[in-house]
């Protein structure tokens, strides 16, 4: 029991006292003490005046002067029957179900219509600002873009100096071209954010309009005066790197152009399945459970194969990819060490429906180098920053030090980065509703464990470049909070955030080509906590 | 369907009949009973006198309905000046670009006795409490308030998201305040 300080109880207790909210050994007490003690006995009473003049208050200045409601009362049996009768329509009987699900699907249709029909969630200027600022954090690679105009086709290979294309031997036919002209159209890479915003702003008046589906954004423009009818750009979400786009004359006549995906090299030290994008199959259920034997793989062995490969690391930059397809779960590698392939096949021939394939690397069928063409190098950073660096880690041998550290973590970020991804393009949000629950339980550890050791290896770049960043005026800021509903957007941001630190971080330590931009450390820092932000976040929504 | 099932859905249907009649009962007696305290707390929190008494007969038809659920519900009362009081702040959150209401004390203390004499000293003695009640901080006032309303701490405690034992601290100051104001001894 509480001593009293002064021997007496205090105008706290005395008030709970007459309140009734002392506990039953407490009031006893304070109950005897006030036989005893006069003093008390006169402050219960100055407690009890002063309760006294509040309850005079309530009754005169708040109880009598207050305004009266303004209606009468409302009759709140009524009010309380007509509640009920709602709630009542509100449940529908059963034999009425197949209607509400109509009308269920009624709503649904009108919903997307209303999506199409809405304005834009997302400003069209505003989304190519940034799909130019993450082109332009890209390494610069040469790309092919296929190029229609109705019969006609063209491939492009943007990314490279004019004069490189003219000495390959590139000419656009000329119809082409001329279409190009009409529409004020650059055809040097017209599928880039920046020749659609270039030809955007120099359009009439026109009216925009931004559609988000299945990962991509599609921009569309109608124009309503000039040679050009309606433009549209489609960029993927995670990257918003531009995939197709279109321009469509009032004369009928149009030009497409999609990206021409290139055949993987895996000499270049990725996963192919990670670089290329997962293959869209259709939607294979789960297996049902003690379902034995199979005769054709689902959804349940993909991710059997997935979660075994994961086991040895073969998910995490070995070029194997997994597909599943006609019935069967394909794995397929090529360029891999004899023991690796060995190991593979002792993983997964006992399976069935599965299919192991390997194979030796085909030369490289990329864009072939064009004369004069240099391939890029990298710059080592301005000699200024470098010294700066230098002197911020203690030293020329301190700085070559950490520069390894950090792009040893850096790889192996952006190796669980691009597994994360994987993952999350194989089992987008949508596509989960056919998985059982034990098969979503293994896809969520699997992801969960990825952007774990994502987030490890971004906490050890942090904790390394942290101190030289802040030195630079660039100090990490906290995370800034992201709200995802899915973790596969979320991990796809991730990525995309990833895929900028990397970037930034090889113009930091001069390890790639290109010029260090002014703000480079604070961009950099940036980056940082919107990585770790996006994985929170994932997380989050992983362990929900 | 089997007579069996009719009757028992029968049975059902006059059962949930019942309930809902005997709830409605319980929650009308409580509305007469408590409409004006409630009506007037929420004009403490600033809401003008039409939105308090939309206000009002909403958190009893919400009381209703959550009754009706099953929610167990130990002090309806104190639930309704719960309810109350946060729909009354957000409310209060969607106007708050209008002027918050407040009522002169010269409008609230209109002829309070037919003796000018005791009438005067009455009105001092309103106007001090009224002087101490401002120099309280919004939590002290808002514990007294509902106080004053009868609710106990674990009540009040619960209605502004504090604990009973900060609820009795408040309101020890709040006391102590008034009666400083009282004594004369400044207001702070």
């Known amino acids: ?544 | 369907m089997s007579a069996y099932s009719i009757g028992n859905e029968l049975v059902t249907i006059l059962r949930s009949s019942r309930t809902a009649s005997r709830l409605q009962t319980q929650v009308a007696q409580l509305f007469e009973e408590s409409r004006e305290d409630v009506f007037r707390y929420l004009l403490t929190l600033g809401l003008d006198p039409s939105s308090a008494q939309d206000a009002v007969q909403e958190v009893f038809l919400r009381l209703y309905a959550a009754l009706k659920k099953g929610e167990g519900i130990a002090s309806p009362r104190g639930w309704v000046f719960r309810v109350a009081h946060n729909y009354g702040l957000h409310l209060r959150a969607r106007q708050a670009n209008e002027t918050r209401f407040d009522v002169e004390m010269e409008e609230r203390l209109v002829a309070v006795g037919p003796n000018p004499e005791r009438e005067l000293l009455e009105r001092e003695r309103i106007e001090r409490i009224h002087r101490g009640l401002d120099g309280l901080s919004e939590q002290q006032k808002r514990c007294l308030f509902l106080r004053m309303e009868g609710l106990r701490y674990p009540e009040i405690g619960a209605a502004l998201g504090i604990s009973a034992s900060a609820v009795g601290e408040f309101l020890r100051r709040a006391v102590a305040r008034l009666r400083k104001t009282d004594n004369g001894e400044g207001e702070r």
């Open chain 1, 1 to 544: 029991m509480t001593q009293w300080a002064s021997g007496h109880p205090d105008d706290g207790v005395l008030l709970r006292y007459l309140d009734g909210e002392l506990r039953g050994r407490e009031t006893r007490r304070v109950r005897a003490h006030l036989e005893a003690c006069w003093q008390c006995r006169c402050e219960r009473e100055a407690l009890e005046a002063t309760v006294g003049d509040c309850v005079e208050y309530r009754r005169k200045a708040m109880a009598a002067g207050m305004p009266e409601p303004p209606r009468p009362w409302i009759d709140i049996y009524a009010a309380m029957n007509r509640q009920d009768a709602r709630a009542e329509k509100a449940a529908i009987a059963p034999g009425w179900r197949w209607a509400a699900a109509v009308l269920a699907a009624g709503l649904a249709l009108a919903l997307v219509y209303r999506q199409f029909e809405r304005p834009p969630a997302v400003e069209a200027a505003a989304l190519l600002n940034r799909a130019e600022a993450a082109a332009e954090a890209r390494p610069a690679k040469p790309h092919r873009v296929r190029i229609r105009a109705g019969r006609q086709e063209f491939v492009r290979n943007s990314g490279v100096r004019p004069a490189s294309r003219a000495a390959a031997g590139e000419a656009m036919p000329a119809g082409m071209k001329n279409l190009f002209e009409r529409a004020h159209y650059d055809d040097a890479d017209p599928l880039s954010a920046r020749a659609y915003a270039e030809w955007r702003d120099g359009a009439g008046e026109k009216r925009d309009r931004v559609v988000e589906s299945a990962g991509l954004y599609e921009i569309r423009t109608v124009v309503f005066s000039g040679e050009l009818a309606e433009a549209s750009l489609t960029l993927r979400a995670a990257d918003l790197e531009p995939v197709a786009g279109r321009l469509q004359f009032r004369d009928d006549n149009s030009l497409e152009f999609t990206r021409v995906s290139e055949p993987p090299a895996p000499a270049d030290g990725f996963a192919v399945a990670s670089h290329e994008g997962v293959p869209v199959r259709p939607a294979v259920p789960s297996r049902p459970a003690a379902t034995s034997p199979r005769n054709s793989a689902s959804i349940s062995d993909e991710l059997e194969v997935l979660a075994a490969l994961h086991k040895i690391g073969a998910d995490l930059g070995d070029p194997v990819q997994v597909t599943l397809a006609d019935g069967r779960v394909a794995v397929e590698g090529a360029g891999l060490a004899p023991d690796r392939q060995r190991q593979i096949h002792a993983l997964l021939d006992a399976h069935p429906n599965v299919v192991v394939r390997f194979s030796e690397p085909a030369p490289s069928g990329g864009i072939p180098p064009a004369g004069g063409d240099a391939a890029p190098t990298a710059a080592p950073p301005a000699p200024r920053l470098e010294a700066r660096l230098e002197g911020l880690a203690g030293g020329h041998a301190q700085w070559e030090d950490l520069s390894s550290r950090l792009l040893d973590a850096n790889e192996a970020a952006m190796a669980r980065a691009y597994a994360l991804r994987g993952l999350a393009q194989r089992f987008p949000p949508g596509g989960t509703t056919a998985l059982s629950a034990a098969d979503r339980h293994t896809l969520q550890a699997l992801a969960a464990e990825h952007v774990n050791a994502m987030a490890a290896q971004v906490e050890a770049i942090e904790g390394s470049l942290g101190p030289v960043l802040a030195g630079l005026g660039a100090p990490i800021p906290k995370s800034t909070p992201a709200h995802f509903a899915a973790w596969q957007t979320a991990g796809e941001e991730a990525f995309a955030a990833a895929r900028r630190q990397e970037m930034l971080l090889s113009l930091l330590l001069g390890v790639a080509p290109g010029t260090q931009p002014a703000g480079l450390p604070a961009d950099l820092a940036r980056t940082l906590a919107e990585v770790r932000s996006d994985l929170e976040e994932c997380l989050r929504v992983l362990e929900q």
